[in-house]
């Protein structure tokens, strides 16, 4: 619970006595704690005798100001927590205060400042971030203003920001800690309910104008209206990202006829076609390799529903033809989903579960058992799970991509996870829905504002390579959900409802990548083809692996094991099996051991012995592999063995 103002209202502060009460005031506060010595009882005598009235100091120049001895600070110190010295905001950003928490001790300012302290940790920010961002914010903004925390504004954070920027400007020293300490500030600000807005993201976005400023200037007017208008029935980033692809093409236009007047005067051969053909050519400004096709794709398409768009809505300049068609678009390859193979996405896992950055990595930790985007997982909302009796625990998943919403099963160690989360997340006042600016009270926030995707997509990336995995995206993750529940056996129906999907062709995008009717198929006419034309050849190409009295080969050379070999493979009493790993666990494999008519006797232990030493190796290895289904067969004929040794032992 947030700290909750003094019932005392701070009390007016007194009119600044004379130079004598100031320095006999001073004296006194300095040996009351302690300190004082005669060059700062000097200083101060002689700052007083110069400005018998302190705030007159205040009127010279900030060089003036910053000349001073070092040793005046103590009575400034001691005039500016009384409130009876407001230095100026330049000042304030160009010096150090370091002994402020001092100099608070008893004072007016040190009610204010606890509160504020506290109510940072609460939110988030450890003690230490805490008092930092008082010292370098709040506590100027006291002294400056000369109100109580409850009377600050957003406009007060703003002076202190515009000096610092203008330091910077003039010294070349930046404010990167000044930064940090007034966005905590204006946080904590807002949970305390003294301003009514949270701080906004650190990056605004350039406006229309200024991202197309290097575009043709005739027609510069024409995209940025269209752009505009499109704000009204499209997303911002949807909007956004189509003023990247527009301003390519008034650039090309701009450096190919600079004479073009309106659109309308746009021409096939003179304009779109030579445009075409530089898309298909063009590089990526930020890894200076060929553009991928579907950004080529996007590119034209950008282009071409603007020109449809304006000419059905009657533009004077718009062009009085079509212009680009269906054929002008590239074929874009459909590659399949990129999941996260089973070997990897374990490993990935147990990266995530010793972060030490646990809200991002249970984030994504949530995103791969529940298949969210990462637009929809930074939305979930703090009562996003809901108890249906008799059915359990689901979770309702916000308004995403395809504007639509889904309830998603939950299992108890999904549940767990979501109140590990819950006691993670940093507490605090209702944020502004990013859709509806409605006050919502966010599953994901960290130092009293939501978690990032910048923080996701980086403690992902950590994670990555702590695992020993390449680039690893968040989508990767929904993909490697929908895999397992693909191998799984779940119905194209069920798959749409717990991705999301509106249609059954976004869906079977997985479904091609484990179709069970190709598998049947393939292992049928696999069946087919060995009982004509025997066995198929190795993986290794060998043709023959020997057997030595243990059961291990030694293959084309001496040391060579056929355990290590990379393929699926079974240890038969009488030799062994290798397979090509798109085979799959065998159904045939090892099928007289389980069979209720098989018997063995004591003369065979030891080859049921051997047996059981490579088949604890191989399901070791399966394992290791991902191969879930291999290394769950070779324990069942571990079993199996232990059964038969220890029958025929006893007998």
């Not at 301003?247 to 073009?260: I, M, N, V």
């Not at 076609?273 to 930020?286: I, M, Q, R, W």
């Not at 991509?401 to 993670?424: F, G, N, Q, S, Y």
């Given at each position: 619970?947030?700290?909750?103002?003094?019932?005392?209202?701070?009390?007016?502060?007194?009119?600044?006595?004379?130079?004598?009460?100031v320095?006999?005031?001073?004296?006194a506060?300095?040996?009351?704690?302690?300190?004082?010595?005669?060059?700062?009882?000097?200083?101060?005598?002689?700052?007083?005798?110069?400005?018998?009235?302190?705030?007159?100091?205040?009127?010279?120049?900030l060089?003036?100001?910053?000349?001073?001895?070092?040793?005046?600070?103590?009575?400034?110190?001691?005039?500016?927590?009384?409130?009876?010295?407001?230095?100026g905001?330049?000042?304030?950003?160009?010096?150090?205060?370091?002994?402020?928490?001092?100099?608070?001790?008893?004072?007016?300012?040190?009610?204010?400042?606890s509160?504020?302290?506290?109510?940072?940790?609460?939110?988030g920010?450890?003690?230490?971030?805490?008092?930092?961002?008082?010292?370098?914010?709040?506590?100027?903004?006291?002294i400056?203003?000369?109100?109580?925390?409850?009377?600050?504004?957003?406009?007060?954070?703003?002076?202190?920001?515009?000096?610092?920027?203008?330091?910077?400007?003039?010294?070349?020293q930046?404010?990167?800690?000044?930064?940090?300490?007034?966005?905590?500030?204006?946080?904590?600000?807002?949970?305390?309910?003294?301003?009514?807005?949270?701080?906004?993201?650190?990056?605004?976005?350039?406006?229309?104008?200024?991202?197309?400023?290097?575009?043709?200037?005739?027609?510069?007017?024409?995209?940025?209206?269209?752009?505009?208008?499109?704000?009204?029935?499209?997303?911002?980033?949807?909007?956004?990202?189509?003023?990247?692809?527009?301003?390519?093409?008034?650039?090309?236009?701009?450096?190919?006829?600079?004479?073009?007047?309106?659109?309308?005067?746009?021409?096939?051969?003179?304009?779109i076609?030579?445009?075409?053909?530089?898309?298909?050519?063009?590089?990526?400004?930020?890894?200076?390799?060929?553009?991928?096709?579907?950004?080529?794709?996007?590119?034209?398409?950008?282009?071409?529903?603007?020109?449809?768009?304006?000419?059905?809505?009657?533009?004077?300049?718009?062009?009085?033809?079509?212009?680009?068609?269906?054929?002008?678009?590239?074929?874009?390859?459909?590659?399949?989903?990129?999941?996260?193979?089973?070997?990897?996405?374990?490993?990935?896992?147990?990266?995530?579960?010793?972060?030490?950055?646990?809200?991002?990595?249970d984030?994504l930790?949530?995103?791969?058992?529940?298949?969210?985007?990462?637009?929809?997982?930074?939305?979930?909302?703090?009562?996003?799970?809901?108890?249906?009796?008799?059915?359990?625990?689901?979770?309702?998943?916000?308004?995403?991509?395809?504007?639509?919403?889904?309830?998603?099963?939950?299992?108890?160690?999904?549940?767990?996870?979501?109140?590990?989360?819950?006691?993670?997340?940093?507490?605090?006042?209702?944020?502004?829905?990013?859709?509806?600016?409605?006050?919502?009270?966010?599953?994901?926030?960290?130092?009293g504002?939501?978690?990032?995707?910048?923080?996701?997509?980086?403690?992902?990336?950590?994670?990555?390579?702590?695992?020993?995995?390449d680039?690893?995206?968040?989508?990767?993750?929904?993909?490697?959900?929908?895999?397992?529940?693909?191998?799984?056996?779940?119905?194209l129906?069920?798959?749409?409802?717990?991705?999301?999907?509106?249609?059954?062709?976004?869906?079977?995008?997985?479904?091609?990548?484990?179709?069970?009717?190709?598998?049947?198929?393939y292992?049928?006419?696999?069946?087919?083809?060995?009982?004509?034309?025997?066995?198929?050849?190795?993986?290794?190409?060998?043709?023959?692996?020997?057997?030595?009295?243990?059961?291990?080969?030694?293959?084309?050379?001496?040391?060579?094991?056929?355990?290590?070999?990379?393929?699926?493979?079974?240890?038969?009493?009488?030799?062994?099996?290798?397979?090509?790993?798109?085979?799959?666990?065998?159904?045939?494999?090892?099928?007289?051991?389980?069979?209720?008519?098989?018997?063995?006797?004591?003369?065979?232990?030891?080859?049921?012995?051997?047996?059981?030493?490579?088949?604890?190796?191989?399901?070791?290895?399966?394992?290791?592999?991902?191969?879930?289904?291999?290394?769950?067969?070779?324990?069942?004929?571990?079993?199996?063995?232990?059964?038969?040794?220890?029958?025929?032992?006893?007998?």
């Amino acid at each position: 619970m947030l700290p909750a103002p003094a019932n005392a209202p701070t009390p007016e502060v007194a009119p600044v006595p004379s130079a004598d009460g100031v320095l006999s005031a001073w004296r006194a506060n300095q040996a009351a704690t302690g300190r004082g010595n005669p060059a700062s009882d000097w200083a101060a005598r002689s700052f007083l005798a110069r400005w018998p009235h302190s705030q007159d100091w205040a009127d010279q120049s900030l060089a003036a100001r910053l000349d001073l001895a070092p040793s005046t600070m103590s009575l400034l110190m001691f005039l500016m927590v009384q409130g009876w010295l407001r230095p100026g905001w330049d000042w304030l950003a160009a010096k150090k205060l370091s002994s402020f928490w001092r100099e608070i001790e008893g004072s007016r300012l040190e009610a204010d400042m606890s509160r504020f302290c506290d109510t940072a940790v609460i939110v988030g920010f450890t003690e230490i971030q805490a008092k930092r961002a008082a010292s370098q914010s709040v506590g100027r903004l006291l002294i400056q203003t000369g109100r109580p925390l409850e009377a600050l504004t957003v406009g007060d954070l703003d002076e202190l920001a515009a000096a610092c920027r203008a330091r910077e400007a003039a010294t070349g020293q930046g404010w990167r800690h000044y930064r940090s300490a007034l966005v905590c500030a204006h946080t904590v600000l807002f949970h305390l309910d003294i301003v009514g807005k949270p701080p906004e993201p650190a990056q605004q976005p350039d406006t229309f104008e200024v991202r197309l400023a290097d575009c043709h200037p005739n027609l510069r007017p024409a995209f940025v209206a269209y752009l505009e208008r499109k704000l009204g029935t499209c997303r911002p980033k949807t909007v956004s990202s189509l003023a990247t692809r527009l301003a390519h093409f008034g650039r090309f236009l701009a450096e190919t006829d600079p004479d073009l007047v309106t659109l309308a005067g746009l021409h096939r051969q003179r304009h779109i076609e030579p445009y075409l053909n530089s898309v298909a050519h063009a590089d990526s400004a930020k890894t200076g390799k060929a553009i991928t096709l579907a950004d080529q794709d996007r590119r034209v398409r950008a282009v071409g529903n603007m020109l449809n768009e304006i000419t059905e809505w009657g533009w004077d300049d718009a062009p009085t033809r079509k212009l680009i068609f269906r054929s002008d678009h590239p074929r874009k390859p459909r590659p399949l989903p990129r999941y996260v193979p089973v070997d990897a996405d374990r490993r990935l896992t147990a990266a995530l579960e010793v972060s030490d950055y646990r809200l991002a990595a249970d984030a994504l930790l949530l995103a791969r058992a529940v298949g969210l985007r990462i637009g929809e997982l930074l939305d979930l909302e703090l009562d996003c799970v809901h108890e249906i009796g008799g059915h359990g625990a689901w979770l309702k998943v916000p308004l995403g991509k395809l504007d639509t919403e889904r309830m998603v099963p939950l299992d108890d160690e999904t549940v767990a996870l979501i109140d590990r989360i819950c006691t993670t997340r940093s507490v605090g006042k209702p944020l502004p829905h990013p859709r509806t600016g409605r006050p919502t009270q966010f599953l994901f926030t960290h130092h009293g504002r939501r978690l990032s995707q910048t923080a996701v997509r980086k403690e992902l990336a950590r994670s990555a390579r702590t695992a020993g995995i390449d680039h690893v995206t968040p989508h990767q993750l929904r993909h490697t959900y929908a895999t397992a529940l693909v191998n799984a056996g779940v119905s194209l129906q069920a798959l749409m409802a717990l991705l999301g999907h509106v249609s059954a062709e976004m869906s079977l995008r997985y479904a091609h990548l484990f179709d069970s009717t190709v598998r049947a198929e393939y292992e049928r006419a696999l069946d087919l083809a060995k009982g004509r034309i025997g066995a198929l050849p190795t993986p290794t190409g060998k043709t023959r692996i020997p057997i030595a009295n243990n059961g291990r080969g030694t293959g084309c050379g001496d040391g060579d094991d056929w355990r290590d070999a990379p393929a699926i493979k079974s240890r038969l009493a009488g030799g062994h099996c290798l397979r090509a790993p798109s085979q799959g666990a065998c159904p045939y494999a090892n099928i007289c051991e389980h069979c209720p008519s098989f018997r063995t006797d004591t003369a065979s232990i030891a080859v049921l012995a051997a047996q059981r030493v490579d088949t604890r190796a191989l399901a070791d290895d399966a394992e290791a592999r991902g191969w879930i289904d291999e290394a769950d067969r070779h324990r069942r004929l571990l079993d199996r063995l232990d059964a038969l040794i220890a029958q025929t032992e006893a007998g």
